[in-house]
């Protein structure tokens, strides 16, 4: 199994900045894929940013330019950086990875989220 834990979550003025970590654990035999989405309230869930194993990445065009996704590939953990937080960016974040199990299997994996208020 394949687990994941977040933190970094919390209150900030507009403005501010947070940075939201997302930490794998458990039978990961290589992380293919790590992501970040949100769902804000009454809204659907929707895609933040994503790194790949080999270091790309994408972003959604709401938070392109004030947010960073990163990995630590020793520590099996990964990052969202934002800055210029606005109140639009209020969600509950979750990260999601993709990964091969050391049975050679896929396993998708989503996190519990973690709430992120930004007061205007």
């Known amino acids: 199994q394949v687990q994941l834990v977040e933190s970094g979550g919390g209150l900030v003025q507009a403005g501010g900045s947070l940075r939201l970590s997302c930490a794998a654990s458990?039978?990961?035999?290589?992380?293919?894929?790590m992501a970040w989405y949100r769902q804000a309230p009454g809204k659907q869930r929707e895609f933040v940013a994503q790194?790949?194993?080999?270091?790309?990445?994408n972003y959604a065009d709401s938070v392109k330019g004030r947010s960073t996704i990163s990995r630590d590939n020793v520590r099996n953990t990964f990052y969202l950086q934002m800055n210029s937080l606005k109140a639009e960016d209020t969600a509950v974040y979750y990260c999601?990875?993709?990964?091969?199990?050391?049975?050679?299997?896929?396993?998708?994996?989503w996190g519990q989220g973690t709430l992120v208020t930004v007061s205007s």
């Open positions: 999601k990875v993709a990964v091969t199990t050391t049975a050679r299997s896929s396993q998708e994996v």
């Open positions: 458990g039978s990961i035999f290589r992380i293919n894929t």
């Open positions: 790194i790949v194993s080999g270091g790309s990445t």
